[in-house]
């Protein structure tokens, strides 16, 4: 079990100065990380040949058209079939081609073994690859009335905080940048998120530091405006279809364009990037901007896009994700600008995230993802993967949660108990409530906030650096820890204001020639250096060494051609080089 929420309790009160919320009670929950899977639908990748063959008007009774195909969908009473994420077809990203386009849903009318019919389905020659759909639990000074509630972003008894305040002399934030909040939804009409006018009874006057789709807020309705496949998705996406153990209150069975939350955890992520700043108001954010010392209809912090692909669960009260609709949410994110996705949430290999993941890295953004909560060194998919960034908790005195997950694969810390943010309460709609929660579900959206600042005060930039600058002005915290800890809680804890203060450029990773491109020219620098040539302006800053293994190589060239050409390249253990006896020139291997 790994994405525990832990939500403490907080002061039943109401602060009568500035904006009034309400502070909401909430109990622990120890939800745990892995559900099991969908038992009505699975993923399938099928061949480009099949897809060409597919009888459109027979999808949407659950058959194909292709005999062998329908014989197992008439087996397992197939009830329908849909394309998984809408509108894609085959593209070269960024040198790498990216293919969706024959990913397809299954849904069936009884209740499935999903993993035995996955299994089914993946033995026909029409089919690549087919898998079951994971269920994972979720996981200057401004003038804002509830300011003082939140450490994490201002802490001067012992500095365990991210020195926010600090940051915001230098960035607040900025507007054209966007973090994507796939969870539980979120409470867009909050006055806090969507600005002065949002409410509940009017949520569409929303602005503030909400994503909107002008295009289609100011389009026609039940027309796509945009063209992206999605119909007047003016404020993101619901992306949760036929979850049938939902609350009976909430909107679980098909996807709209209402991406509001019910669970509340979606809506205290989303607080954590884009709570209007120095509005007068309740809370702040990393990322909230800074506002005029009231409250405005309008932000100008970062962009927050709700992106709901979670539900409250009939009985207990906790909330869960849909893997396929996480994945659905990866490319929405990509394909409508999203520069940094954060993930509260425990994750599986399954319901075609492995696909969606590449292909939101692919346009060039950051993952999130949290850690988990079960004290222990107990990775996920996401944070097995390398390629997305995994964040531990720290708590008020700059050590880790007594809850955090730890392990030599997570990248940061972040602090995480008794977090305030913004919140939503299903047994009162119309309140605007805050609330402080506990755990690596907190601290990934500020990681990710952090991160979106880095990218605020340095648009250029590529998304390796603004991680790398992450880790590089992160503060040591390794002296804190006790031996279980150390060395498995990241870089450090985050410093917004060491990140924006200025310091060296963290560069390109493998761009050796300093030309801001890594290309086969890098390539053909560090392969000269490797078998011998003269290249001393190169070898002995040691700068071609890409995989920082202490050598200049050939690996670090076939890295840089990885990159350039976007094929795929990997290195079997304890290989180095072009797996050939070479001789270095003098300086390159130190």
Sequence with gaps: ????????????????????????????????????????????????????LFDQRLLQNGRSGIAALDRLNEKFNARFIKKQFVGSEPKMVNGKMIDLS???KIYFTQK??????????????????????????????????????????????NDADVDAPEAWDIETGDEDVIVAILDSGVRYYHVDLGGGDASYTDPTNVDGNMWVNWIEKNGTAGVDDDGNGFVDDWIGWDFVDNATYGHPNEDSMTPDNDPR????????????????????????????????????PWGNG??????????????????VVLMDAAAEAFYYAADNGAKIVSCSWGSSESGGMAAAVDYFLAHGGLIFHAAGNDGADDPDYLDNRGDCISVAATDSNDTAADFT????????????????????????????YIAGLSGTSMSTPIAAAVAALIWSQNPTWTAAQVEQRLYDTADDIEDNLSSTYKGKMGAGRVN???????????????????????????????????????????????CGDVNDDGFV????????????????????????????????CPGCNP
Excluded at 406 to 432: C, E, F, L, R
Excluded at 554 to 583: H, K, Q
């Design 302 to 319: 970062v962009k927050v896009m709700a992106l709901r692909v979670g539900y409250q669960l009939r009985f207990g009260g906790t909330g």
């Design 553 to 584: 190589n050939s690996t670090d060239a076939l890295i840089v051609l990885s990159y350039d050409v976007g094929i795929e390249i990997t290195f079997p253990v304890g290989a180095s080089g072009c797996y050939a006896d070479v001789t270095p």
């Design 261 to 296: 939350d019910f669970n509340g955890h979606g809506t205290h992520c989303a607080g954590n990037v884009g709570a209007l700043t120095n509005n007068g108001g309740g809370l702040c954010a990393v990322t909230g901007g800074w506002g005029n010392g009231t409250l405005t």
């Design 102 to 104: 024959n990913m397809y």
């Design 112 to 157: 499935i073994d999903a993993v035995e019919i996955a299994r089914e389905y993946a033995q026909l020659d029409v089919v690549i690859a087919a898998e079951p759909v994971g269920i994972h639990g979720l996981s200057s000074l401004p003038n804002d009335a509830q300011f003082y509630l939140q450490w994490h972003l201002d802490r001067p008894v």
């Design 496 to 542: 917004a204001y060491n990140a924006v203060q200025g310091g060296e450029d963290p560069g390109i990773i493998g761009d050796v020639n300093d030309d801001d491109a890594p290309n086969s020219t890098d390539a053909l620098i560090i392969l000269s250096c490797d078998v011998g040539l003269d290249v001393s302006s190169f070898c002995p800053m040691n």
């Design 1 to 52: 079990m790994k994405q525990k929420i832990l939500l403490l309790l907080v002061l039943l009160m109401s602060l009568g100065f500035g904006q009034e919320f309400k502070i909401i009670h909430v109990k622990n929950n120890f939800a745990p990380d892995f559900y099991g899977y969908a038992d009505d639908r699975i993923v399938v990748k099928f061949s480009s040949e099949a897809t060409r």
């Design 405 to 432: 997950n730890y392990g030599t694969w997570v990248d940061i810390s972040v602090p995480g108990t008794t977090i305030w943010s913004t919140y939503h309460n299903y047994q009162d709609d119309a309140g605007d």
